[in-house]
C-alpha cells in the first residue's frame, strides 16, 4: 500500500494547474481544501444512500442540529453530506462545474459548512472557473482514492500534515504568525512529555492537551504523534483556538479528517480571539503547547482585557498584571495558567505542563514594577517556571531572532522545587530549511536535526550545571531596585539680571529684595541652608511673609547647583538631604544580597556622598540569558594583529603592481 508521502506528491503534482492564476504562496488556498473535500467524499461514499434515504424522509420534517444529528448518524461520522452529487457526477457536468461544486458544499454538515466559510472557498471557485482550471482540478482530485481503506486515519493525517507544511513554507513571507518548525514542536513535545511514561503508560489513560494559538494545528498533530509512537493505548484528546480564518479551518479538517473524537463529537477546534472571546473558558488541561505571534500588540483588545484586570484581579485570567500594549505574548501565558490542572491526585488531577515559544522579549522587557516584570514574579514566586531553552536564531520562517522555550508546570518534581533550568542549545543546529528540504526556506536558514533533539532533551533530563546548563535558585532572578541619590548642592548669588527677572514675576517684592541684595550683598554663597536662615531672618524683621512659591521661585532664580556646594538638608531639617534629580541613579541588588552591605561595597567606594532613598525601592524580576551563559574571549595579541596588517599591506601593494603593470 503506497504510503502518505506518495499520495502527497500526488497532490503536489495537482498543485501545477494552478500555476499562473495562483502564486506558489497561494497554492494552499485551493489544494488544502479540495484535499479536505475529496476525503470527506471518499469517507461518505460507502454510507451515501442511507443518508440520501434520511434526508428524504426527514429533510422536511427536522432542520438545523437535530437533522444533521440524524443524517450524521445514517453516515457513521461526526459530519455527513446530503447532496446527490460527488466527485464522480462532478466531472460529469463540465459546463455548471462551478455551480454543482458550490451545491454540493452546501450539502454538508453545519459544521463542515463553516470549514469551508473559514477557507472562502467559494471566492477561490469563482477564481478558477474564471481561469477555465476548475474542471481540470476537480478532475484530478476524482482521481486520488483518499479513501479510509487506502488511507487509514493516522496516514491521512501524516498526509495533510505533510502537505500543511509544504504550503507553509511557500508562503513563508506570513506565516510565522501560525507555523512552527515541524523540529521545534517535536523538541516541545519531547520535553513536555518527559516525566509522565507513568502516567501515559497507565491502561484507559486520557489526557487533554489545548493550543489556544492552534494556527493550522502543527502542534496538536505532532504531540498525538508522538503519543502514537511512545504510548500507542494512551488517549490524547487535543483541543485548539484561533483566530485566523484560515487557520482554523485548516485545523478543524485535519481533526475531521482523523476522525478523532472529543467529547462525544464535540468540536475540538474553535474560532475567536483566545484573549477575548475564551472558548474553553470553564474548562482545564493538562497539557498546553503553544507559540503565539511573537511581538503582536493587543491595543484592540485593551479595553476588555483592562477591564478584567482592575475588576476580577487574580479571580480572573490576567491578575498578575499587563504588558505594556506593544506585546501581548504574556497575556497567553497568564491566560493559559488560569487553565491549569489543579494538582489532586486522590481525585486523578495530576496538574499541568506548559511549553511555549517566546521571543526574547519576555524575558527582560520591563523594569522593577513594570507588568512585565509583575508578571515573571508572580510565575516564579509560585514555582511554576520549570526550565527556558535558547534555541538557535534563523529557526523560523518569517524572524531571524532568537527564540526560548519556556516550560512552566504546577507539579514540579521534587528535585526541580525552587529551581530553575535554563539550557542554552543556541549552537545545536543544522544548516538548512528542515531535515528533507536543505535550502533556506525564507529567514529559516538552520534546523535541529534529530540528534540534536536528543542530545538537547537528554541534557534537560539530567538536570545538572553544565557548560550548557545552568541551575538557579528562584529567589536568583529577582532583585531590589534600589534609588540611589546624591545630595542637591546649591550655590546662592544674587546678580543684577537675576534680580531684574525675579522682580518681573514678583514685582511686589521689590522692598524685600533690596533689603536682601544689601545685606547679604553679591558674593557667591557656598551654603544655601546657611543663607536661606539669614534671608529668613530678614524677612521677619520686615515682617514679610512670603509664599512657598515665592519661595520657589527666589531659590530657582538665584541659585545654581555647583559640585563644591554645602548639601542642602530637607526642609532646612539637620538630618536628610534633599536629592539631586540629575544625578539620581538606580542600582539592581540582587534579592539573596543585603543591600546596606551591598551599597557600602559596590557604590561608596565610587561615590561618597551617596545614599538611598529606601522607600522607593521595588522588586523585579528578570531572566538575562545571555548574561549567564556569557563567555569572555581575550582580544588577539598587538602583534598577531600588527602581523596580518602587514600582510595585508603587502597584498594590496602587490595587486595595485599588477594593475599598474
Given amino acids: 500500500m503506497p504510503d502518505h508521502s506518495f499520495f502527497a506528491n500526488l497532490i503536489w503534482q495537482i498543485a501545477d494547474l494552478l500555476r499562473g492564476p495562483y502564486r506558489p504562496p497561494q497554492y494552499g488556498r485551493v489544494m488544502l481544501p479540495m484535499t479536505v473535500l475529496r476525503r470527506f467524499d471518499c469517507v461518505l461514499a460507502p454510507t451515501k444512500p442511507k443518508v440520501l434515504a434520511e434526508y428524504s424522509r426527514w429533510g422536511g420534517r427536522l432542520d438545523g442540529g437535530a437533522l444533521d444529528a440524524r443524517l450524521n448518524r445514517a453516515a457513521g461520522q461526526r459530519f455527513h453530506n446530503h447532496s446527490p452529487l460527488d466527485f464522480e457526477k462532478l466531472k460529469g457536468d463540465p459546463d455548471n462545474i462551478a455551480q454543482h461544486l458550490d451545491s454540493y458544499i452546501q450539502g454538508f454538515s453545519a459544521n463542515v459548512r463553516r470549514i469551508f466559510e473559514c477557507f472562502e472557498f467559494e471566492t477561490e471557485i469563482e477564481k478558477m472557473q474564471e481561469a477555465n482550471i476548475l474542471y481540470l482540478v476537480v478532475s484530478k482530485f476524482c482521481d486520488v482514492d483518499l479513501h479510509p481503506d487506502s488511507v487509514p486515519n493516522e496516514q491521512m493525517g501524516l498526509l495533510f500534515e505533510n502537505l500543511i507544511?509544504?504550503?507553509?513554507?511557500?508562503?513563508?513571507?506570513?506565516?510565522?504568525?501560525?507555523?512552527?518548525?515541524?523540529?521545534?514542536?517535536?523538541?516541545?513535545?519531547?520535553?513536555?512529555?518527559?516525566?509522565?511514561?507513568?502516567?501515559?503508560?497507565?491502561?484507559?489513560?486520557?489526557?487533554?492537551?489545548?493550543?489556544?494559538?492552534?494556527?493550522?494545528?502543527?502542534?496538536?498533530?505532532?504531540?498525538?504523534?508522538?503519543?502514537?509512537?511512545?504510548?500507542?493505548?494512551?488517549?490524547l484528546y487535543v483541543y485548539g483556538q484561533d483566530y485566523n480564518y484560515r487557520a482554523f479551518a485548516t485545523a478543524a479538517s485535519d481533526m475531521l479528517m482523523k476522525q478523532v473524537d472529543h467529547n462525544g463529537g464535540g468540536d475540538s477546534i474553535r474560532l475567536g480571539d483566545s484573549l477575548t472571546e475564551d472558548q474553553f473558558a470553564e474548562e482545564t488541561f493538562d497539557y498546553f503547547l503553544t507559540n503565539p505571534p511573537f511581538g503582536v500588540d493587543w491595543k484592540r483588545q485593551k479595553n476588555e482585557i483592562q477591564s478584567q484586570h482592575d475588576k476580577l484581579g487574580f479571580a480572573g485570567r490576567f491578575g498578575a498584571g499587563l504588558p505594556r500594549v506593544?506585546?501581548?505574548?504574556?497575556?497567553?501565558?497568564?491566560?493559559?495558567?488560569?487553565?491549569?490542572?489543579?494538582?489532586?491526585?486522590?481525585?486523578?488531577?495530576?496538574?499541568?505542563?506548559?511549553?511555549?515559544?517566546?521571543?526574547?522579549?519576555?524575558?527582560?522587557?520591563?523594569?522593577?514594577?513594570?507588568?512585565?516584570?509583575?508578571?515573571?514574579?508572580w510565575i516564579i514566586k509560585k514555582d511554576r517556571l520549570e526550565a527556558i531553552i535558547a534555541l538557535p536564531e534563523q529557526m523560523f520562517y518569517n524572524t531571524g531572532i532568537g527564540t526560548y522555550v519556556w516550560i512552566v508546570t504546577n507539579r514540579k518534581e521534587e528535585r526541580r522545587r525552587e529551581k530553575i533550568q535554563f539550557l542554552d542549545a543556541r549552537d545545536l543546529w543544522t544548516p538548512g530549511g528542515s531535515e528533507d528540504n536543505k535550502r533556506r526556506l525564507g529567514d529559516k536558514r538552520r534546523h535541529i536535526a534529530a540528534e540534536q533533539i536528543e542530545e538537547i532533551v537528554r541534557l534537560y533530563g539530567r538536570f545538572e550545571d553544565s557548560e550548557r546548563s545552568k541551575l538557579f535558585d528562584n529567589a536568583d532572578l529577582g532583585y531590589t531596585r534600589v534609588t540611589v541619590e546624591r545630595p542637591l548642592r546649591l550655590r546662592y548669588q544674587m546678580t543684577i539680571v537675576d534680580k531684574a527677572r525675579f522682580l518681573d514675576a514678583c514685582p511686589y517684592l521689590l522692598d524685600d529684595v533690596q533689603a536682601?541684595?544689601?545685606?547679604?550683598?553679591?558674593?557667591?554663597?557656598?551654603?544655601?541652608?546657611?543663607?536661606?536662615?539669614?534671608?529668613?531672618?530678614?524677612?521677619?524683621?520686615?515682617?514679610?511673609?512670603?509664599?512657598?512659591?515665592?519661595?520657589?521661585?527666589?531659590?530657582?532664580?538665584?541659585?545654581?547647583?555647583?559640585?563644591?556646594?554645602?548639601?542642602?538638608?530637607?526642609?532646612?531639617?539637620?538630618?536628610?538631604?534633599?536629592?539631586?534629580?540629575?544625578?539620581?541613579?538606580?542600582?539592581?541588588?540582587?534579592l539573596k544580597d543585603d543591600i546596606d552591605a551591598y551599597f557600602e561595597r559596590e557604590v561608596r567606594p565610587h561615590v561618597p556622598d551617596a545614599y538611598m532613598d529606601r522607600d522607593k525601592d521595588k522588586v523585579g524580576y528578570e531572566i538575562n540569558f545571555n548574561r549567564h551563559f556569557y563567555q569572555y574571549t581575550p582580544p588577539r595579541p598587538l602583534e598577531e594583529i600588527d602581523a596580518d596588517l602587514k600582510e595585508a599591506e603587502e597584498k594590496i601593494v602587490r595587486l595595485l603592481r599588477e594593475v599598474t603593470e
Fill in 165 to 235: 507544511r509544504r504550503f507553509n513554507e511557500l508562503a513563508n513571507e506570513t506565516v510565522g504568525d501560525h507555523f512552527t518548525p515541524r523540529e521545534v514542536i517535536r523538541l516541545m513535545v519531547s520535553i513536555l512529555f518527559i516525566r509522565d511514561d507513568e502516567l501515559l503508560a497507565t491502561p484507559g489513560t486520557v489526557r487533554t492537551l489545548l493550543d489556544p494559538a492552534c494556527g493550522t494545528g502543527g502542534m496538536l498533530a505532532e504531540a498525538q504523534n508522538y503519543l502514537r509512537d511512545h504510548h500507542r493505548d494512551a488517549q
Fill in 516 to 590: 536682601i541684595d544689601k545685606a547679604l550683598g553679591r558674593e557667591p554663597a557656598y551654603d544655601w541652608n546657611a543663607t536661606w536662615e539669614r534671608i529668613a531672618a530678614l524677612l521677619h524683621e520686615r515682617q514679610s511673609r512670603w509664599k512657598k512659591a515665592e519661595q520657589r521661585l527666589f531659590r530657582t532664580v538665584f541659585t545654581e547647583k555647583d559640585a563644591q556646594a554645602e548639601p542642602v538638608r530637607k526642609d532646612g531639617r539637620e538630618n536628610g538631604y534633599e536629592p539631586d534629580a540629575d544625578l539620581r541613579d538606580f542600582e539592581n541588588v540582587p
Fill in 326 to 377: 506593544n506585546d501581548g505574548s504574556l497575556l497567553f501565558l497568564q491566560h493559559i495558567i488560569h487553565k491549569f490542572e489543579p494538582v489532586h491526585p486522590d481525585e486523578h488531577k495530576h496538574g499541568s505542563r506548559l511549553a511555549i515559544v517566546f521571543s526574547g522579549s519576555p524575558l527582560f522587557t520591563g523594569g522593577a514594577g513594570s507588568g512585565e516584570s509583575n508578571i515573571r514574579e
